[in-house]
C-alpha cells in the first residue's frame, strides 16, 4: 500500500506564499500521478494541481497562474508553491495519488491526511 504524508503548511498573510510537501512511502505501488486537492469548512474537496509521471501538469480554475507543482519521480515526492495566497485559499490541503499494486492494472487513489493552510486577511 501507500501513505502519504504532507507538510508545509500554516499561517501566512494574504499575498504570502506557502510551499507544501507531500512524501509518499510504500514499495508496492507505480505511482502514476500525484497532485493536490483542498477541502475548505463545509465544502467539498476540489481538485488543485496534479502532475503526471510524464510531467504533463494540470491546474483548478484557481490555481493556474498562482500555483506550481512538481514532483520528483524517483523519490515519489511531490510539492506544490503558492503565490499570492488570499482568504479564499483557507482550507486543508491534501496531497493525492493514483497508482497500481505491482502486478496489477487497475489503478487506485491514496490520499494523506492533510496540512492546514489558513490566509488572513
Known amino acids: 500500500q501507500l501513505r502519504l504524508v504532507e507538510s508545509g503548511g500554516g499561517l501566512v498573510q494574504s499575498g504570502g506564499s506557502l510551499k507544501l510537501s507531500c512524501v509518499s512511502y510504500?514499495?508496492?505501488?507505480?505511482?502514476?500521478?500525484m497532485g493536490w486537492y483542498r477541502q475548505a469548512p463545509g465544502k467539498q474537496r476540489e481538485f488543485v494541481a496534479d502532475?503526471?509521471?510524464?510531467?504533463?501538469?494540470d491546474y483548478g480554475n484557481f490555481g493556474k497562474g498562482r500555483f506550481t507543482v512538481s514532483r520528483d519521480n524517483n523519490k515519489n515526492t511531490v510539492e506544490l508553491q503558492m503565490n499570492n495566497l488570499r482568504p479564499e485559499h483557507t482550507a486543508v490541503y491534501y496531497c493525492?495519488?493514483?497508482?497500481?499494486?505491482?502486478?496489477?492494472?487497475?489503478?487506485?487513489?491514496?490520499w494523506g491526511r492533510g496540512t492546514q493552510v489558513t490566509v488572513s486577511s
Open positions: 510504500g514499495t508496492r505501488v507505480a505511482i502514476a500521478t
Open positions: 493525492h495519488a493514483t497508482g497500481a499494486l505491482t502486478g496489477e492494472i487497475r489503478r487506485k487513489d491514496y
Open positions: 502532475v503526471t509521471i510524464g510531467g504533463r501538469t
